[in-house]
């Protein structure tokens, strides 16, 4: 084999990869964006406010949320922003915080459940699932989010809280965001355990309803997530009449 020339380009490459200690033909590992945003420029992006709410049930989940987003809490941006999305067949994951941070978020989740299922060839579980969303909150520049996952699984009905920290908290129900004191008095006095779907969509749309009654950052309508072994049903209401 030829010895590379000094200073050739193909010498420098060589000394680079001896350098870093690692297979060439190995896969390497993304990295995730590093926003250069300031706290002053933060107080201008589109927010969510929000009240999101998570139930487990005998059918699956539910996953409510309201519709409202706002310009640094101040001034109503939108009245029409689906803050719950589906991450995988039979998942979901609600936006809290920051809208960007959120969608990026909820982006990078599917891309590495598909990675990890194509990889392994099974399943992502809640649970390894919910780790993934733990580790992204707590490594990733997702700025304040506190979303809720919810879904199901050979295990049963999941629902979790995920703080910017990363850590997560699994629970029979929850609630995130500005609205979350005043839906938890709401869920405490009619949640119950062994509900259907059907029942706890009932229960969270009072929970919502209620918190927009106080909460400026919420409102403008609800948006209802169920999730069953079979599939994700997303489906938006202005009138909660149409629930209740």
Known sequence: MRTPMDNSQFSRNQDRLDNTGTDPLEPSLGSLPDPQVSESELENVNKTGTTTIG?????????ATDMRASLGGRFVSSKDVQKVEQIHPNAVLTLVGSVGGAQSFIKYLRVEANLYETRRGETMSMQALSTLAGNFARGGP??????????????????????????????DYTVTGSGMQVAYGTLEQYYEEGMSNEEAIEVAARAIQSATERDTGSGNGIFIAEVTEEDVDIHGHKDYDELL
């Open 55 to 63: 139930l487990t049930t005998d059918d699956g989940v539910v996953v």
């Open 142 to 171: 997702f700025f304040a989010i506190r979303p809720i996952l919810a879904g199901v699984d050979e295990e049963g009905s999941h629902v979790y809280s995920l703080d910017p920290a990363g850590g997560v908290v699994r629970d």
